[in-house]
């Protein structure tokens, strides 16, 4: 009976995916769904992020998870522009480019940590846990 | 029983000739009675992406003067899909391919863009085969 109220209790993780492809939405849905106690909010492009976030305040989000590539703005500058109202939300950069110089871009611009597509339930249960949400 | 016979075999044959990789398993581990149609929808999600992308290429290589941060834009969308689905074959083309267009090579895209669409349109064809035997398993058709 504890261990059911504490699950109760235990407040849903709010996760903002930013990403426009239709595919990766497909695959990051399934794989939050599956962890379970996520509320899952989606932006198709950085400005979206960015528009999302600053209504929503400080406190909107508890993880966003944004691809690099995407139209209208990319996520390196939606990650500058989401840092720059001074939010702290974790934010982990996720592209199928793998370079060193592409996670670079990602951390100067404020990201925290950064994933290689696809993402995968290991990948996923490794962020939860680095950012204490698991 | 001949369908499934029939369903592992094809699976058991794309992971070996390596036109899968084990993303597919996750896609295959994500699949479960809330959501029973996931595989077939990320499967659909990617013929039609890969359809239109190497569409769209053919079109940007056929001009005089190849605008190759396009043509890379583009295959890096389907190297992405591909890796998503666990598209191997393909997704490894396109890590050839993106190459050559770094390179601004247009006789080796075109020559990289007839290997992929090959592979992809193997791989859709098998996939096409492999929805309709998990069709008949479930059902939805009469043996």
Redesign the interface.
């Known amino acids: 009976m504890a261990g059911a109220a504490a699950a109760a209790e235990r407040r849903a993780i709010r996760v903002l995916l930013v990403e426009d492809e239709e595919i990766h939405r497909v695959l990051a849905r399934a794989l939050l769904r599956a962890g379970g106690g996520v509320v899952l909010d989606e932006a198709g492009n950085g400005a979206e992020a960015v528009r999302r976030v600053r209504e929503g305040g400080a406190g909107a989000y508890d993880l966003i998870l944004t691809d690099r590539q995407m139209p209208v703005m990319d996520g390196h500058e939606a990650t500058r522009q989401i840092r720059a109202l001074g939010v702290t939300t974790p934010i982990v950069g996720l592209s199928s480019d793998c370079l060193a110089a592409d996670v670079d871009a990602f951390i100067k611009a404020g990201a925290d940590d950064f994933t290689p597509k696809p993402l995968s339930k290991e990948k996923l249960n490794r962020i939860l846990a680095k950012f204490n949400l698991a | 029983m001949a369908a499934a016979n029939q369903l592992t075999a094809l699976l058991n044959n794309m992971y070996a000739t390596g036109l899968l990789d084990e ?1 597919f398993q ?2 295959q ?2 699949q479960d009675s ?2 029973p149609d ?1 595989v077939s ?2 499967v659909t ?2 013929c039609q ?1 890969g359809e239109r992308i190497i569409g769209e290429l053919a079109k940007l290589l056929e001009k005089p003067s190849v605008d190759f941060d396009r043509v890379d ?1 583009f295959v ?2 389907l ?3 591909s ?3 666990g598209a191997q074959k393909v997704k490894n083309t396109c890590i050839q391919f993106r190459e050559f267009c770094q390179s601004r090579s247009k006789d080796g895209c075109l020559k990289t863009l007839d290997s992929v669409r090959t592979e992809f349109y193997d791989l859709r064809g098998k996939f096409q085969t492999m929805l309709q035997l998990e069709r008949q398993l479930q059902g939805f058709y009469p043996k």
């Open positions: 993303q996750q896609l581990m994500l809330s959501s996931f929808e990320v999600l990617f992406d834009a890096h969308q190297k992405g899909s890796a998503s689905v």
